[in-house]
């Protein structure tokens, strides 16, 4: 069986787990057991480890309470969880801005010699410093959620739709507008490598 197709397999899985967890609460365990891990770090990843407690429990509290809302025609449940997340995180926006400025008044790491060519490994608000940290507290918020799913969680242009419920072309161009704009802050270098949608 290919990879893809045990992908599919589990998300499907995912999906039948969550629609019998309406009638069997307890069945939303195996939902929190598989993403709880991915969606924490996430969160500490946008807001620092701090917060990610936080916004990991809130997202799970949140996916139980509205899982009869859940549709899995339009979303897979990682997908699902994200978008919750995403939401959550964007309750903090401040907080978020906050941690990225202070990064950016850290200067580059230490080893920065070749840093800018292993940026798109470290978009990692975690890690962050510099200009890139900088360019990422000023970006939009819609267009800082869309590269940082790409990026964080590698959700591919369609499953970014989903989880943010925006247009397929919005995530185009809300992320075309991101790199733009971090590329023009790292002096030209691409922070994404240009990822485009081949796995989506």
């Not at 967890?21 to 598989?34: L, N, V, Y």
């Not at 202070?102 to 790491?109: H, S, V, W």
């Not at 470290?122 to 869309?146: E, F, I, S």
């Amino acid at each position: 069986m290919t990879r893809e197709s045990l992908v599919a397999q589990s998300r499907g899985d995912d999906s039948a787990v969550l629609t019998q967890s309406r009638t069997q609460p307890e069945r939303f365990g195996a939902i929190f057991d598989a993403y709880h891990a991915e969606i924490h770090g996430y969160a500490a990843r946008r807001l620092g480890p701090d917060a990610a407690g936080d916004v990991a429990a809130q997202t799970f509290l949140e996916a139980f309470r509205v899982r009869h809302r859940y549709d899995p025609s339009r979303a897979s449940v990682r997908t699902w969880l994200y978008g919750i997340a995403t939401n959550l995180i964007g309750k903090q926006r401040r907080a978020e801005v906050r941690a990225l400025r202070a990064r950016a008044r850290l200067g580059p790491e230490p080893d920065a010699e070749g840093h800018a060519e292993r940026v798109h490994v470290a978009v990692d608000a975690a890690g962050l410093r510099g200009a890139l940290a900088a360019a990422l507290a000023d970006l939009p918020d819609g267009d800082r959620d869309v590269l940082l799913l790409v990026a964080l969680a590698e959700l591919s242009h369609q499953e970014v739709a989903a989880a943010l419920e925006i247009p397929y072309g919005t995530v185009g161009s809300r992320l075309s507008r991101a790199r733009r704009k971090l590329r023009e802050a790292l002096g030209g270098t691409n922070p994404m490598h240009a990822q485009e949608d081949d796995h989506g």
